[in-house]
């Protein structure tokens, strides 16, 4: 339950050529991002083809916070027990993005089920992560180092890449008290088929790994101006989690570089 509640936003590698740029996280070089303040993400979720939930983002207007400046995401998650392959789950998730490095400055989740709840929260005091993470009554709080990039953030970045086929992608994402490291590869250009119509897609492939296991996301971003991610699949070993974008409301003001 706790893997596919991260990871379903990644949700988010197959070999890249030798050619390739070195692994990192290249992102464009325009004035302006690709999503804008007021931006709403409506994802149908499916497992097996059986409808299993829905999750809803957006992206709220510059806010000065005690935690800094910045643009707060917000995102909802409600799956079925079939999605989670166990149990219900309904989550709330807030991430407040910083426009200058594009990571998080402050980062909170809440995942309610039939067993307990399960919390994290993290803040970003320059190259360090402040943590407090609770399931249930055991608690667990400390420090990282590292940048903040959280699974909701982590959308909003895979959108910003500096798409080449063969182009590695390598971070650590912060979910549940730890930094998980993804890699991957941009594979390539690829027309999937939507709720609007076919629609033409950079394919990405990850692998994350959390402790001693992995797991492989593939994502597609779309190649028009706002670049949403218009599909992301979990390959778990109970099924395949498959997220569609089948909403999509832009936003009306531009998140300028900074």
């Known amino acids: 339950m706790l893997k596919l509640a991260s990871l379903w936003f990644v949700l988010i590698m197959m070999a890249a050529p030798a050619y390739a740029l070195p692994c990192g996280m290249h992102r464009e070089a325009g004035s302006a991002l690709p999503y804008s303040a007021g931006e709403e993400l409506s994802y149908h979720m499916r497992v ?44 709330k998730f807030l991430s407040l993005l910083d426009p200058r490095s ?41 420090t990282l180092r ?9 959308i909003y970045g895979m959108r910003d890449l500096q798409f080449k086929q063969g182009q590695k992608v390598c971070l650590r994402m912060y979910a549940y008290s730890g930094l998980n490291r993804l890699r991957g590869t941009v594979v390539g250009k690829e027309t999937i088929a939507t709720a609007v119509g076919n629609v033409e897609t950079w394919r990405i492939d990850l692998f994350l790994k959390r402790d001693a296991s992995s797991y492989k996301v593939r994502m597609w971003v779309g190649k028009e101006s706002s670049r949403p991610l218009w599909r992301a699949e979990l390959i778990h070993p109970k099924g395949v989690l498959r997220v569609d974008l089948d909403r999509h409301i832009l936003g009306k003001k531009r998140i300028v570089r900074l």
Do not use: C, M, W
């Open 48 to 91: 097996g083809g059986v409808s299993a939930g829905r999750a809803h983002l957006k992206i709220g207007s510059l806010e000065r916070t005690p935690y800094g400046v910045g643009y707060p995401i917000r995102a909802d998650l409600e799956t079925n027990a079939y999605a989670a392959f166990a149990t219900d789950l309904a989550g």
């Open 146 to 154: 590292g940048a903040l990039i959280d699974p909701v953030q982590l």
């Open 102 to 142: 594009q990571e998080s400055r402050f980062y909170r989740s809440k995942l309610n089920q039939p067993k307990g709840s399960i919390s994290d929260r993290a803040v970003r005091n320059g190259g360090v992560i402040r943590f407090e993470h609770a399931k249930g009554k055991r608690r667990k709080e400390g």
